[in-house]
């Protein structure tokens, strides 16, 4: 059974940082893009970021580009998002995914397995 299970989120004050993970089981995800998508309370979820399957090529929302790195371990089944400059409007849960394909897209739509979610909150 594959699961993706998020840890790292928590409650920051605006400018600070998180480093959210996303560990894989059961199958390996080294070949596949991943990605990290957001919601919001009363919000569609929105794309972060996705990175290939060899880290070489990354994409990041305009939201989030020069604040926010996906980076991942493929030794370790392991896909990171680290969170710096953090502000009021990146309060959401936050999600890991993986897709049963290695192109980058920021469709949810086509991404195949999901984490629970892990809830970031920014204070003022």
């Known amino acids: 059974q594959v699961q993706l299970v998020e840890s790292g989120g928590g409650l920051v004050q605006a400018g600070g940082s998180l480093r959210l993970s996303c560990a894989a089981s059961?199958?390996?995800?080294?070949?596949?893009?991943m990605g990290w998508f957001r919601q919001a309370p009363g919000k569609e979820r929105e794309f972060v970021a996705t990175i290939s399957w060899s880290g070489g090529r990354t994409y990041y929302a305009d939201s989030v580009k020069g604040r926010f790195t996906i980076s991942r371990d493929n030794a370790k089944n392991t896909v990171y998002l680290q969170m710096n400059s953090l502000n009021i409007e990146d309060t959401a849960v936050y999600y890991c995914a993986a897709r049963d394909s290695h192109l980058i897209v920021g469709a949810a739509a086509r991404y195949d397995y999901w984490g629970q979610g892990t809830q970031v909150t920014v204070s003022s």
């Open positions: 059961g199958r390996t995800f080294s070949t596949n893009a």
